[in-house]
């Protein structure tokens, strides 16, 4: 099992910019692809972004295409989100995730796929 820290959430304008980090630790962290997710009140959680476990790969929903970035880097552990030009309907809390299996080559952007996950950051965006 791998435990995973989020931080870097807050408030922010419309059309600013904030990056997330997530910090895993207690598993062999370069061997897993991570993810982002996130969820609003009443909704079903959503997937964000992903990015293969040796970083070769990334996916992105629709609806930040464009707009965030996902990287890591397998000598700190950790994950990040960049967002920018970021929106009031980005608003929600974001989940951190790590796959349940090792060394996948490409990304696969469903829930199931995600073993363990973080206790979420907020971001708010005000218009």
């Known amino acids: 099992q791998v435990q995973l820290v989020e931080s870097g959430g807050g408030l922010v304008q419309a059309g600013g910019s904030l990056r997330l980090s997530c910090a895993a630790s207690g598993r062999t962290f370069s061997s897993y692809g991570m993810g982002w997710f996130r969820q609003v009140p009443g909704k079903e959680r959503e997937f964000v972004a992903a990015?293969?476990?040796?970083?070769?790969?990334?996916g992105y929903a629709d609806s930040v295409k464009g707009r965030f970035s996902i990287s890591r880097d397998n000598a700190k552990n950790t994950v990040y989100l960049q967002m920018n030009s970021l929106k009031p309907e980005d608003t929600a809390v974001y989940y951190c995730?790590?796959?349940?299996?090792?060394?996948?080559?490409?990304?696969?952007?469903?829930?199931?796929?995600?073993?363990?996950w973080g206790q979420g950051t907020q971001v708010t965006v005000s218009s």
């Open positions: 990015i293969t476990w040796n970083g070769r790969n990334t």
């Open positions: 995730a790590a796959e349940n299996l090792p060394r996948r080559p490409i990304v696969i952007a469903t829930m199931s796929n995600f073993g363990s």
